[in-house]
């Protein structure tokens, strides 16, 4: 285990300028104003309801795929209507803070981990300026985007946090999380693989068949009348999967003013970023499989669970989200 040392203090400090820029952004650029298909996802489904003549009508409603793509975010679109409710009004800025506010809950778990473990702050240094890129700055008021991208990284972190650490009734909250992040994003359904994996590692059975029919059922009922998106390609790739995943890790250096150099500058950053998550996943895994054979009673285990499972969905995510995009 590292120890804490002289560069604790600067090291937060650092940390919290990416925090800082991305809050004072927020703040100063997220109005009350539609950001492109916005008004069509949300209004339209707010007004629907509002019509619906039953329960069942407005489930279906909150159910319904995006009209112009093949989106299913029932929670997002409950969200907004809650908003509706206690404030007579859509508001899109209250809707786009909470997506926003996802990050901060990854970025907690991440700090949880290092300092359960007590690992030096230093390697916590790049997760702030990962987490908080500004890269993608119009996600960050583009309500479809933040309430999509943002909530499922965390909501997967929280169902296997649930999983790692055995308390009582935490595989109901992870079963009830799971079902949550399975409908806020279709990305989120990935976290039942490494939940599977956990649940096979922990010797859970049990809990494990009851993760198997909850994820068939989120399956099931999320491709209920599928209709693949008109406007978005299928055609799968795994180079393009992979070079658009190297292309992503490196976009926070990405000099948008000189095209010429963004692929470069990308591509350099983001392989480094790459090796050294595989070079730390390793470490981490071997660590873990030490500790095997106590793993009910090793905290240090269980901590390595969470976060290797974790960084293993989020990586899921990440990839498949690239899945017939474009990044030439």
Not at 61 to 90: C, D, N
Not at 115 to 141: A, D, G, S, V
Not at 257 to 270: K, P
């Amino acid at each position: 285990m590292y120890k804490y040392n002289t560069l604790k203090y600067p090291t937060i400090l650092l940390g919290i300028i990416p925090i800082l820029f991305f809050i004072y952004y927020v703040w100063q650029f997220t109005i009350n104003v539609p950001f492109l298909d916005d008004s069509l996802y949300y209004t339209k489904c707010l007004v629907d309801v509002e019509n619906s003549k039953s329960v069942v009508d407005s489930f279906w409603i909150f159910m319904k795929q995006h009209t112009i793509t093949e989106h299913r975010t029932p929670v997002s679109k409950f969200t907004a209507w809650l908003i509706y409710q206690f404030t007579g009004k859509f508001d899109y800025v209250i809707l786009a803070h909470l997506g926003n506010l996802a990050l901060f809950g990854m970025l907690f778990l991440f700090w949880r981990f290092f300092r359960k473990t007590q690992t030096n702050l230093l390697y916590f240094l790049p997760i702030p300026f990962l987490i908080f890129q500004m890269q993608t700055y119009e996600n960050q008021f583009w309500t479809i985007c933040n309430w999509t991208y943002y909530p499922i990284g965390l909501l997967q972190m929280v169902v296997l946090y649930f999983l790692s650490y055995q308390k009582k009734n935490n595989l109901l909250y992870a079963a009830l999380t799971a079902i949550l992040v399975t409908f806020t994003f279709s990305n989120g359904m990935f976290v039942f693989l490494p939940v599977g994996l956990v649940l096979l590692y922990q010797k859970r059975y049990k809990a494990l068949g009851i993760f198997i029919v909850i994820g068939l059922a989120c399956v099931a009922l999320y491709f209920s009348n599928y209709k693949p998106s008109p406007i978005a390609p299928h055609e799968f790739s795994i180079s393009n999967l992979l070079v658009g995943f190297v292309l992503m890790l490196g976009a926070y250096v990405d000099v948008q003013s000189y095209h010429q150099y963004t692929i470069f500058t990308s591509t350099i950053c983001g392989l480094i970023i790459l090796l050294l998550m595989t070079y730390g996943g390793f470490i981490l895994l071997g660590k873990y499989f030490k500790n095997e054979r106590d793993y009910l009673k090793n905290a240090e285990t269980q901590h390595f669970m969470f976060i290797v499972s974790s960084m293993i969905v989020l990586c899921m995510s990440a990839v498949f989200s690239l899945h017939g995009r474009t990044w030439f």
